[in-house]
C-alpha cells in the first residue's frame, strides 16, 4: 500500500488542476554514467528534493550486483523491505504488483523505492525479458509523476538498466573528471546506437569534481558539460554511512545542493 501523504496526488479529492499540474511537470529520469561516478547519490539526492517540495516520486534501484538499498537509508526508516525482483520475476508487470513491492520511507512520505534487498542478486529470481522491464516503467508513469530509475552502469547485461536509458524522458549522464571515466563510456555507448538512444534527452554531468581537477578536458571529450556536480566530504561521509536521505548541512555542500536543485528544475521544471 501506498504511503504518501493527504492531500498529495494520490488523494481522491484533489482538485483536478493539481494533479494536471504536476503530471505536466513529471516524467522518468535515467542516471547512468561510469563506475563510481555518483549515480546512486545523485539519483537519491533528486529524490529526496523532490519528496521534500511535496511531489510524488519512486526511486528505482537497478544494481543487481551490488544492491544499493542498502546502501541509501538504515533499514530502521523502511516501513517494509520488498524486492524489486520480485516484481520482475512475474510472468507480467501489472500496476498492483509494482504497488505491492514498493518500499516506504518513514521520514520521507512522498517517497517509495524499488530495489533488490541485501543478499540478493541477479541469480536470486528467474530471469525476466525487456517485456517486464517495459511494463515495470509504463506501471510506474501511471502510479506517480515522477520516477528516478539509479542505472547500473554495465548495460550489456543489465536489461531493467537499458531499457530505463531507452524509454526515459530525460537521462542524466555522469562521469569523473578522469580518463577511466572518459574510456569507459567510449565502450559503452555504442551498445545504445541500435537502440532507441535520443542523444537530444542526455544532460551530460561532470561529477565529483575536486578542487585540483579542471572540466575543460571533460567539455572536450563529451562535447559539452551541462552540470558541474563539486566534491563534498560531508556527501562523502553520508554515502560511507550509508545514509543519503540525510539532510546536507555543511559548506562545503552548497554548491553540491545548488546543483542538484538546478538538475531538478531543468529536468522537472520545479
Known sequence: MLNFKKNSIFTRNLKEE???????????????????????????????????????????????????????????????????????????????????????????????????????????????????????IDSLREIAPFIIIDCGSYIANDILSAIALMESDSVLRLANCDLKSISYLSSQLPLLRDGKWDADKQYKIASNIKPQQGVDHMSQALGSVAFKLPHSQELEEQYLAGNLFEELSMKDSKAFRKEVEKIAREVFGC
Open 18 to 136: 493539481s494533479v494536471q499540474e504536476e503530471i505536466l511537470h513529471g516524467g522518468v529520469l535515467a542516471v547512468w554514467g561510469s563506475p563510481g561516478s555518483g549515480k546512486t547519490t545523485v539519483a537519491t539526492k533528486i529524490a529526496k528534493y523532490l519528496a521534500d517540495k511535496k511531489k510524488n516520486v519512486v526511486l528505482v534501484l537497478c544494481d543487481m550486483t551490488a544492491p544499493m538499498l542498502p546502501c541509501i537509508c538504515p533499514s530502521q526508516e523502511l516501513e517494509c523491505e520488498k524486492s524489486l525482483g520480485s516484481i520482475l520475476a512475474a510472468t507480467h508487470v501489472t500496476e498492483p504488483l509494482v504497488k505491492h513491492n514498493m518500499i516506504t520511507h518513514k521520514k520521507l512520505s512522498y517517497l517509495t523505492i524499488l530495489g533488490m534487498l541485501k543478499g540478493e542478486n541477479e541469480y536470486t529470481y528467474p530471469p525476466y525479458s525487456e517485456v517486464q522491464a517495459r511494463e515495470l
